[in-house]
């Protein structure tokens, strides 16, 4: 062992304790193997670049580069296979079309809750569609990477020749729409002085499917501490021109420490688009849902995604794995590749480099080094032009427009560091993150006529529809408290003390009438609440503030609350840290309640708090027991907790 | 197999010059007088030895590879570690690592009495490292661990130092929970 590893000095920043485990800590040394092993890849590697000319970037005609399913930042480059083996297992199972396919459709695989697919069901006719653009060996010159100026060559497209082959009916949707245009009005992107607009604070996060709002993530702005002490965001819709924010998605409660969103497009006839979201929370368990957003930005129909807790959306539809072995085909983890609008093009981020490929036959690479940070891409969607933000090969930030026809850099847009780069359903409008220091803000590129746009408006009326990031509002008088009608259940006081029998009427009371003065009365500095920190009321009105009945198809926290106090109660056992004798609601809390010993009446009432069987195989792989949400009276009428996680 | 080196010393941008120029020894010589620290954040990331050393062949190679790529705006060593957190972070998404540990074995590092005791025991530290989240694990074992300011952790991770700070203080949170430790540092 070797313990020279850790930095015997201290700064005043490390946690002293902390940085004295780590520094004892036993690093083990290598395995024998490993520096020699190093050394032959090492010797290999100088062997082969020494032998490539110095342009060996530029692809060979010859070979099909496999988009898709590259992970980030292995280091590796991503596989070549001939041409005729590309065909082959294009015609056994083609999912770089499938990818495009299904992330063209609006992520039709996610909408469905898909997992796992054991089966992408192509037909023989996706894979004979027409072939699209088709280069002469001597289009491959690549530009040397870093140089701005661009000297990849364009992509000449085919201009849909439909004749050569039959389509399914979506793919000639997005085939048609983009070759003559005729859903995408002809945007100038050569314009040299677009009309640039920061909206105000946040985080980017698409446009209204009306074209008239911006989706904006930014701190709810209270104060609030929610998942893991980290602030409480929320998700708002933004009007362009008026700049007035509502609340796009109430949350039963919004403790999140992210929020991600992706819109799957396209937009529906009447005018919604599907879209999936992520709240993170480090350290604790992320949801994914997918919903339904209203032309103006309001998510509806919320569903929850049986899928991983650690899944993130940060780069949207993509592919981890190889499709070939049929396993995850569809994750929305760290992503490599971003399919055009058409289907038929995909952008792949290499270890190093930004890659266009043709799924039939080509790969180019566009003149952007990407080093090791994650680059941000956009399409157009007429597929005129790929926005990107990344750095040059001095390390310069800047948001580039690549046009895909000409294959060069068309203007740069900002130095600004940018990110979340997304373009509206015109591609008249392109939107981003702008990242200053700690700072966020909203910039939106305008490549059509001149229009009025304001920045966020701070000084809405803080009512339940025009909350603020800085003045979320109160709910108003006249909103009833969600948990007004009494849940399923009688509130019974078998089994505890005649003090913990009153604390459990009031907090029912105060419940059911989000009677906030009453709870102050309920709770005292022993009491906790969930999600390390915060005060426990501030949490319960912010919960309540974005709650509204059935959009997050849960209940609320104060209905979580009521419906607690109804299921089967039990002394805390040796779950309690200091032994306090007390009632804890659900009984199946209590850690004698192994997983083993569930019965089908734990499961329903588990199922009642909104705990269901995902959560169950959660909780018993991490805490070996059920980590939902959970009560406890003390027996001399103290509430104690009302808490939820492990 | 440890590189023979022949070479009196030399800095790293010299090492790195060599390298470029497809001289793999002054790479390997470069990489080993950084490997101590590399090998720290592989294995307390990954908390596997085997884990430790592919991390580190890919994230060795990667930088190899990439090497014309830097450009001394950050030191080498701050290049590196970026390299390596970034292969650490993309080999767990990709196995899906999960933290498989029990609320007893928790239970029993916090029923120690004293750090004393729980230094005896360097496991404890990785069973609390791996329930911590890749990110947060990432930025505790880059400060607290490494020694890294908040500014050098976020160049390292292509975050503000203001996020480090808000991911470090959960992290710290979390841990000494899982440690037994009291929620205050001793000073």
Redesign the interface.
């Known amino acids: 062992m070797?313990n020279?590893?850790?930095?015997g000095?201290?700064?005043e920043?490390?946690?002293?304790?902390?940085?004295?485990?780590?520094r004892?800590?036993?690093?083990?040394?290598?395995?024998?193997?490993?520096?020699?092993?190093?050394?032959t890849?090492?010797?290999t590697?100088?062997a082969v670049?020494?032998s490539q000319p110095k342009n060996a970037t530029a692809p060979d005609p010859t070979t099909v580069y496999q988009a898709g399913p590259q992970?980030?930042?292995?280091?590796e480059q991503p596989p070549i296979v001939s041409l005729d083996q590309a065909r082959r297992n294009r015609r056994a199972m083609p999912l770089a079309a499938a990818a495009a396919v299904i992330a063209v459709l609006g992520g039709v695989a996610i909408w469905l809750g898909v997992t796992n697919i054991d089966s992408v069901e192509v037909t023989e006719t996706a894979a004979e569609q027409p072939e699209p653009g088709q280069l002469a060996d001597d289009d491959l010159d690549v530009g040397s990477s870093g140089d701005v100026s661009g000297s990849a060559r364009g992509l000449e497209r085919s201009d849909g020749d439909s004749s050569s082959g039959a389509t399914t009916d979506d793919q000639n949707a997005t085939s048609d729409s983009a070759a003559d245009g005729s859903s995408s009005p002809s945007v100038d992107y050569t314009v040299g002085n677009p009309q640039m607009a920061n909206l105000g604070r946040g985080s980017f996060s698409g446009f209204s499917p009306n074209n008239e709002r911006v989706l904006v993530v930014d701190l709810l702005g209270n104060g609030q501490t929610g998942c893991?002490?980290?602030?409480v965001l929320a998700l708002y819709s933004q009007d362009l021109r008026a700049g007035d924010r509502v609340i796009a998605l109430r949350d039963s409660f919004v403790e999140t420490g992210g929020l991600d969103l992706k819109i799957l497009g396209p937009v529906e006839s009447d005018g919604t688009v599907k879209v999936a979201g992520t709240d993170f929370c480090?350290?604790f368990r992320n949801t994914t849902w997918t919903a339904t957003m209203t032309g103006e930005g309001q998510l509806t129909d919320v569903q929850k995604l049986a899928i991983?807790e650690?899944v993130e959306l940060d780069v949207g539809v993509a592919f981890?794995d190889d499709p070939f072995e049929q396993g995850d085909v569809i994750s929305l983890?760290?992503g490599a590749t971003v399919a055009s609008p058409d289907g038929q093009f995909e952008l792949v981020r290499t270890?190093?480099s930004l890659v266009i490929a043709d799924q039939d036959q080509q790969r180019f690479e566009l003149p952007f080094?990407t080093?090791?940070?994650?680059p941000e891409i956009a399409w157009s969607p007429n597929d005129g032009v790929v926005a990107i933000s990344t750095r040059d090969?001095?390390?310069r930030r800047s948001t580039y427009l690549w046009d895909f026809q000409t294959g060069k850099t068309s203007q740069s847009l900002t130095d600004e560091w940018t990110r979340d780069l997304a373009f509206d359903s015109s591609g008249q409008l392109l939107g981003m993150t702008v990242?200053d220091?700690?700072e966020q803000s909203i910039l939106v590129v305008n490549f059509g006529e001149k229009k009025s746009f304001s920045t966020a408006n701070a000084a809405s009326s803080p009512n339940e529809d025009s909350a603020t990031p800085d003045n979320p509002g109160q709910p108003s008088a006249s909103k009833p408290c969600s948990a007004s009608a009494a849940p399923p259940g009688a509130l019974t006081s078998n089994g505890v003390t005649p003090a913990a029998a009153e604390t459990m009427a009031n907090i029912d009371l105060a419940a059911s009438m989000c009677d906030w003065d009453l709870f102050e009365q309920l709770v005292d500095d022993n009491f906790t609440a969930s999600f390390?920190g915060g005060e426990a009321i501030e949490l319960w009105q912010a919960s309540e503030q974005f709650w509204f009945d059935g959009d997050m198809g849960r209940k609320s926290t104060m209905q979580l609350l009521r419906q607690l106090l109804r299921e089967p109660s039990g002394p805390l056992s040796d779950r309690s840290e200091d032994g306090t004798a007390a009632t804890v609601w659900p009984q199946v809390f209590n850690?004698d309640r192994g997983c083993d010993s569930y019965t089908d009446e734990d499961i329903a009432s588990m199922g009642r708090l909104d705990y269901g069987p995902d959560d169950i195989d959660a909780g018993c792989?991490?805490?070996?027991?059920y980590i939902g949400f959970r009560t406890a009276i003390a027996d001399d009428g103290q509430w104690m907790f009302f808490i939820a996680g492990? | 197999?440890?590189?023979d080196v022949t070479e009196p010393p030399t800095t790293d941008l010299d090492l790195i010059r060599r390298a470029i120029n497809?001289?793999?020894q002054s790479?390997?010589h470069l990489?080993q007088t950084h490997?101590?620290?590399m090998?720290?954040v592989a294995?307390?990331m990954m908390s596997d030895?085997?884990a430790?050393?592919d991390v580190?062949?890919?994230?060795?190679?990667?930088a190899?590879?990439?090497l014309a790529?830097f450009?001394a705006?950050a030191s080498f060593s701050s290049w590196l570690h970026?390299?390596v957190v970034?292969?650490c972070l993309?080999e767990i998404?990709?196995t899906?690592r999960?933290?498989?540990?029990?609320?007893?074995s928790v239970a029993n590092l916090a029923s120690s009495t004293s750090?004393e005791d729980?230094?005896a025991t360097?496991a404890s530290?990785?069973t609390a490292l791996q329930?911590?989240?890749p990110?947060?694990r990432s930025v505790?074992?880059l400060?607290?661990?490494?020694?890294l300011?908040?500014q050098e952790a976020a160049l390292i991770l292509?975050t503000?130092?203001?996020?480090v700070a808000?991911?470090l203080?959960?992290?710290?949170?979390?841990?000494?929970q899982h440690?037994g430790?009291p929620k205050e540092?001793?000073?």
């Open positions: 070797n020279n590893h850790n930095p000095s201290r700064n920043q490390q946690d002293p304790d902390l940085a004295e485990l780590f004892v800590d036993e690093v083990p040394t290598h395995k024998s193997s490993f520096w020699s092993d190093l050394q890849d090492l010797r590697d100088a670049r020494k992970p980030i930042n292995d280091g893991e002490g980290a602030e480090d350290g991983d650690d981890v983890s760290d270890a190093d080094a080093d090791d940070l994650y090969s001095q390390g990242v220091g700690a390390g850690s792989e991490f805490a070996e027991g492990d | 197999m440890m590189v497809g001289d793999h790479f390997a990489i490997d101590d620290r090998r720290a294995y307390q030895r085997n430790m050393d580190l062949q890919i994230s060795y190679l990667k190899f590879r990439s790529a450009r705006e970026r390299i970034n292969v993309d998404r990709k899906q999960k933290a498989e540990v029990s609320l007893e750090i729980q230094y360097s530290l990785h329930r911590l989240s990110d947060m505790v074992i400060v607290d661990g490494q020694g300011s908040y292509d503000q130092a203001g996020t808000s991911r203080s959960r992290a710290r949170t979390a841990l000494r440690l430790l540092s001793i000073q």
